[in-house]
């Protein structure tokens, strides 16, 4: 009952790892969606902006997504192309044709390919995770062993997390190396970039808070074990006290003294006792 009490006492501070997990899937969101909807703030994020303006059929500057290309107004998504989960980054396949596109995207398709596909993968298996954390850590507030299940699951999502920012930043830099080689103007989107990176620090802040508050609760348990044990043998040492005390009490009986007085005799008793022996001997 003690431990339920402290459990129920540190639950307030699963909020924090709830909180920070929370806004982790929705920035996760932000990046798999982007392109999806003329909306904000989902138009306003995309994973490469570059000059496309010798490409036919092209627009001028190209913003490209997860899910499309879309051209570009004032930094914001218009006229996005398609909504297809998982393009790759490989702006031929936008456009249909290899004019105009810089070499590296026709030297390395496959390199390009199949690091944009799995990008947009384990966008899926991080949000995946993290909402199985998210789960887990409703119950963290109620027992030590959903801490430490939901402690564990935040670590499988912070791998993934980690793994999906590096690819990530990988295959979008080389995308805007390749433009910029070819003399056009590209730069990377800030937003998504903002948005996966800072979503792989609050899983991290999530798991950090979760193992500090499994470790107060498993230390605590273990002080209130270390607590109890004392305490029982206190009880069996008082009960052997108690069964030396009744002996010395019946001991006193064979000696002629009163039952009454049992073992509460001190040195004073004891002493006018033997002087009243002492008298009735000299008697």
């Known amino acids: 009952m003690r431990m339920t009490r402290h459990v129920l006492r540190t639950s307030p501070f699963v909020l924090i790892p709830l909180i920070l997990l929370s806004g982790a899937v929705v920035m ?58 998982g393009k790759p ?19 390395h398709q496959n390199k390009f390919y199949y690091l944009s596909r799995f990008t947009y993968a384990f966008y899926i298996i991080s949000i995946f995770w993290i909402l199985l954390a998210l789960l887990a850590s409703l ?18 999502a912070l791998l993934s997390t980690a793994f999906l ?35 792989f620090a609050l899983v991290f802040l999530s798991l950090i808070s979760l193992l500090r508050i499994f470790s107060y609760r498993r230390r605590y348990s273990r002080q209130t074990q270390k607590a109890d044990s004392p305490s029982r043998r206190d009880s069996m040492m008082g009960g052997l006290l108690g069964k ?10 064979a000696h002629g003294k009163r039952a009454s007085y049992g073992s509460s005799y001190n040195n004073d008793d004891i002493a006018r006792e033997k002087e009243l022996d002492a008298t009735r001997a000299g008697e």
Not at 38 to 55: K, M, Q, Y
Not at 89 to 107: D, H, I, K, N
Not at 139 to 156: K, M, R, V
């Open 28 to 85: 996760l969101f932000f990046c798999l969606l982007a392109g999806l909807t003329n909306h904000n703030p989902l138009n306003r994020v995309f994973f490469l902006s570059a000059d496309t303006s010798n490409i036919p059929g092209a627009p001028p500057i190209s913003q490209f997504t997860m899910n499309n290309v879309c051209g570009e107004r004032n930094g914001v998504n218009i006229d996005c192309r398609g909504r297809s989960g």
């Open 89 to 107: 980054m490989l702006p031929q396949t936008y456009y249909g044709t290899a004019t105009g596109v810089p070499q590296p995207f026709l030297q």
């Open 139 to 156: 119950g963290a507030t109620l027992s030590t062993a959903s801490t430490g299940i939901a402690a564990l699951l935040t670590a499988i």
């Open 165 to 199: 920012a590096s690819i990530m930043t990988a295959v979008y830099t080389q995308a805007q190396n390749a433009f910029r080689g070819a003399g056009r103007h590209a730069r990377v989107g800030v937003k998504a970039f903002a948005f996966t990176w800072t979503s």
């Open 244 to 253: 030396q005390g009744r002996k010395a009490g019946s001991e006193y009986d």
